[in-house]
């Protein structure tokens, strides 16, 4: 018996010292992989590319996994997340409550330690608001332990875009895009009156109106009243959410918004404004690269919506544009980190930016950048996000105020009823928090 062990004993020797000596001659089959999950079918040439110069660098093989659409991609995280399955690195899509519950669920490494090494050298290198979606303050109503715990790898805002071509048909100055909302109208007017399409954006993906909604409600009664609307302590009834609400009637009666706006997904009207069928788009700063794609020779500019009120600055959906996030249970984190390191240093963001035509996440990388997207980069100083507001506001609240939105501009509400039946939900959804 005891010499039955022995032998086995030196047959696992032998065998282990073989794996090594294997390694040792087959450098290649013994390298760290990290693998990256990912949504973005636009960047996934460039992503590729940046595995082979990381892989030339360090020796460390980076496979980039593509799963598209999002919803098919959001599937499959929530999906490894319960197999415990993740992958190295992945991003998550969705409200903050959903990034909350994965760090709750220990699935997320913690990057605060990583951020400030160094004099904060990384934290420093990266937008601050766009390292804001992926940070929870002290105190957080989501109950994280504060910290950040996402890295941006490119911003984005979201704002209108104008067609030069057409503004110059309409007898507009193509340099002068509307700086007020009476503006905006007076142009609808024109648009109408010359059977233009006007306002093109996927407002079929409800989503897009929460965000042009929200810019007029930061503008009309500042982010505190929608923070205290959020916490339940002001109503939708309330006359500032009745004027935003009324704002949407006024676009319509004017004539500003394209037909089928309300049904409209974004790639729709992607490919309408790109091919100069429609005067203006709402859309983010990705449609730099979309148009390009679509109609090279678009002559377009970017520019914050109209102003309604001068009483608060108008604000914009904007900040990290793609995030990654670090496995916690990953046996190759540190590795992972010092990759997502490496891919927002300037020079791996000057190349994603150029090769891509998104805004970079490191500050450093703005100067080589085309103008049009600088004019997204320049109103990063206007952004916000939900995401960064502490608080979220229930779904059903979220989708019968988007959905009365889309009501009133096909005329089958007033902005009276659709903010009293968007009260109504909300107090029943405080009643069942309580």
């Known amino acids: ?73 959001s599937q499959k995280v929530r999906a490894a997340a319960q197999g415990a399955n993740l992958p190295d690195i992945f991003g998550i899509l969705g409200e903050k409550r959903d990034f909350a519950s994965f760090i709750k669920a220990g699935f997320i490494l913690k990057l605060t330690p990583y951020m400030n090494e160094d004099n904060a050298k990384w934290k420093n290198s990266l937008f601050a608001k766009a390292l804001a979606v992926n940070e929870f303050d ?78 007029y409600a930061f503008n009309i009664m500042g982010k505190d009243k929608v923070i205290a609307t959020i916490k339940g302590e002001v109503s939708y009834t309330d006359p500032d959410w009745i004027k935003v609400l009324s704002l949407f009637k006024d676009m319509q009666q004017s004539g500003l918004f394209a037909s089928g706006l309300v049904t409209m997904v974004n790639k729709t009207a992607e490919q309408l404004f790109a091919n100069e069928k429609a005067v203006f788009a709402f859309n983010g700063s990705w449609c730099v690269n979309v148009y390009k794609e679509m109609n090279p020779k678009l002559e377009y500019g970017a520019f914050l919506p109209p102003q309604a009120s001068d009483k608060y600055p108008m604000a ?14 990953s046996k190759n984190k540190e590795e992972a980190v010092k990759f997502l390191r490496w891919l927002t240093e300037r020079d791996q963001q000057v190349y994603l930016a150029e090769a891509t035509n998104n805004l970079p ?74």
Not at 417 to 426: F, L, S, T, Y
């Open 1 to 73: 018996m005891f010499k039955s062990k022995v032998f086995h004993s030196a047959i696992l020797v032998v065998f282990i010292s073989i794996i090594l000596s294997g390694c040792a001659s087959k450098e290649e089959l013994c390298k760290t992989n990290i693998t990256v999950w990912h949504w973005m079918t636009d960047r996934e040439p460039a992503f590729k590319e940046l595995a082979k110069r990381y892989e030339a660098k360090s020796g460390i093989k980076v496979n980039f996994d593509l799963y598209a659409p999002s919803d098919a991609y």
């Open 316 to 329: 914009i959906w904007g900040g990290a544009g793609s995030s990654f996030v670090v496995s916690a249970r």
């Open 361 to 434: 996440a490191n500050k450093d990388s703005l100067s080589k950048i085309p103008d049009i997207l600088a004019g997204f980069a320049r109103a990063m100083d206007s952004a916000t996000h939900p995401r960064v507001w502490g608080v979220s506001e229930f779904s059903p609240v979220i989708e019968a105020f988007d959905k009365g939105i889309q009501s009133i501009i096909i005329g089958e509400k007033t902005p009276e009823q659709v903010a009293a039946e968007v009260q109504r939900i909300k107090e029943r959804e405080l009643a069942k928090k309580r």
């Open 138 to 215: 002290e105190g957080n109503s989501y109950g994280v332990d504060s910290g950040i715990y996402g890295v941006p790898i490119d911003i984005m805002t979201i704002q209108m875009v104008y067609n030069k071509s057409l503004f110059r048909q309409l007898g507009l100055n193509p340099n002068k895009p509307p700086k007020d909302f009476t503006e905006l109208l007076e142009i609808g007017k024109k648009i109408s009156a010359a059977k233009l399409q006007g306002l093109v954006s996927g407002w079929g993906e409800v989503w897009m109106i929460d965000c042009f909604a929200n810019n």
